[in-house]
């Protein structure tokens, strides 16, 4: 059932359109004074520098610590979080010097390459003979307030340098920050920053301007690691985009539509109805990259996102209610950095919803998502409830928080499943996915067995009144929505 168009998101239209991987050990360092070293990304700055010209080869600049700092170089100013220049035999580099990130480094741009960049070329290996490292390329085009990642993560193993292509359009200005994401033990070496105009021209660099003290986003759901073919001219993708099926609603982020509110966070993506005090849906894209170490936070609060005209569902709003405080998006999804596990325990990605369909139902669905996860799938889920009336440890209940949270009477979820990849729209159209929709009761009865609640998403939309996978084509939707998901689930 299509009743909506598809709600693009604003900001980066870069997609990743080819990559190359690389892997190294020891290390060494040059000695040379420490730069001033403000936080790694809320900084400000009032200092103007002329930057050189790109490709940035990190050839100029003396950065020998892993200490936190700017460093001038070719292009511009850039800002170095546990990372630095190396020059020794086990940095793998084209000419003299190659950046070397551990840990979580990152490389930033202190300043705006001008607008036009249509491509990205950046070379990466291992250090050494470290073990392979996973590094991720974001944007920003507000000035550095937020970022989001642009393509898919890539993987570097192997002493050889090999280029990963990104290409597409932003609407202006653009800065990068290279992040090496997986945390490990491994270091990466990161050279050849190139970027083009749509006619190939190379890219001067841009002038430094302030970083905007704004905390960075992150767009939550890192990919496969990409192949290494090169994929010339792709078009921008909506690969491992939290909302890539499509705005289930139509949501927008405007409050005269209290009942179709858009949240947009890294973690994910919420359509919130503030007058039911829950989410109508939730989206978000899964990968291996996604779970990470980070603790569960447990620390359920207000949504300061949601506009203040909305009320503010806090966690005392279900004490006493008889219902757990039920994630859509769960905690275990989320457990790469801490920020991307506390942002589950928002209210407004929570449900009343009954314990034993929480704990043993959903619970039970939820590990078998990230067992296939784990076994090299990658998944979109869309997860929301409908109705009104549940029955809880209290018993049935319509409301609780004095009729400001509404209790749903059904809990349902989508999963589209589909081994780890690019181009994850034409594959799903294409049959190469499994899709998966289940509807359960919301109460204490229900089965532990997720299994046998199964249903079409056609069945679901008919429930709920939404399009849930618009951004497929028409035909693949009438096709795929019928169908009832009958695979073996042990």
């Not at 220049?85 to 490389?107: F, N, P, T, V, W």
């Not at 550095?144 to 290409?167: C, E, M, Y």
């Not at 949504?303 to 219902?323: I, K, M």
């Not at 018993?395 to 400001?404: P, S, V």
Request: one cysteine or more; hydrophobic letters at 30%.
């Amino acid at each position: 059932m299509r009743r909506f168009s598809p709600l693009l998101l604003p900001g980066l239209l870069l997609s990743l359109s080819a990559a190359a991987c690389s892997s190294n050990p020891p290390e060494t360092t040059r000695t040379a004074p420490p730069a001033d070293a403000p936080p790694a990304i809320p900084v400000e700055s009032s200092v103007t520098q002329v930057s050189g010209r790109f490709p940035e080869t990190f050839e100029q600049g003396g950065k020998g610590a892993y200490s936190e700092g700017d460093e001038q170089l070719g292009s511009g100013s850039w800002h170095f979080t546990e990372a630095l220049i190396g020059s020794s035999d086990q940095d793998h580099k084209r000419g003299e010097h190659a950046a070397r990130l551990r840990a979580r480094g990152r490389l930033r741009m202190n300043f705006d390459a001008p607008s036009g960049v249509r491509t990205i070329r950046i070379s990466a290996a291992a250090y050494g003979q470290d073990a392979a490292s996973t590094w991720e390329l974001w944007g920003s085009v507000d000035g550095g307030r937020t970022f989001r990642r642009i393509g898919n993560p890539v993987q570097a193993k192997g002493p050889r340098l090999l280029t990963t292509t990104f290409q597409g359009t932003t609407p202006g200005p653009l800065r990068l920050e290279i992040r090496k994401t997986d945390g490990g033990s491994g270091r990466l070496n990161i050279d050849d920053i190139e970027l083009e105009t749509a006619s190939g021209v190379p890219m001067p660099g841009g002038k430094s301007a302030p970083v905007a003290t704004a905390p960075t986003t992150r767009p939550s759901a890192p990919a496969p690691t990409p192949s290494t073919s090169q994929v010339p001219n792709q078009a921008p993708s909506t690969d491992n985009d939290n909302m890539g099926l499509g705005n289930p609603s139509g949501a927008t982020a405007n409050v005269s539509m209290p009942t179709n509110y858009l949240l947009v966070k890294p973690q994910f993506t919420i359509g919130y109805n503030a007058l039911r005090g829950t989410p109508t849906w939730v989206s978000w894209h899964l990968s291996r990259t996604d779970m990470g170490s980070a603790p569960r936070q447990d620390d359920f609060r207000p949504d300061p996102a949601l506009p203040r005209e909305f009320y503010q569902v806090t966690r005392n709003s279900y004490s006493g209610s008889g219902f757990d405080k039920g994630h859509n998006c769960p905690s275990a999804d989320r457990t790469r950095e801490l920020d991307d596990n506390s942002a589950t325990f928002l209210m407004t990605n929570m449900i009343p919803q009954a314990g034993n369909n929480n704990q043993r139902t959903w619970s039970s669905l939820e590990e078998w998502t990230r067992g296939q996860v784990q076994r090299g799938q990658e998944v979109y889920i869309i997860m929301g409830s409908y109705g009104k009336g549940g029955t809880g440890s209290a018993g049935f209940k319509t409301t609780i928080d004095n009729g400001h949270v509404t209790v749903p009477a059904r809990v349902w979820k989508v999963l589209v499943i589909l081994p780890e990849g690019s181009n994850d729209i034409q594959r799903v159209a294409a049959g190469q996915a499994r899709l998966l929709a289940v509807d359960t009761p919301n109460e204490q009865t229900v089965s532990p067995d997720w299994s046998q609640y199964r249903t079409s998403i056609d069945a679901i939309e008919a429930a709920t009144g939404l399009d849930l996978l618009s951004k497929l084509p028409l035909a693949a939707q009438d096709r795929l929505e019928a169908q009832v998901d009958t695979a073996p689930t042990r």
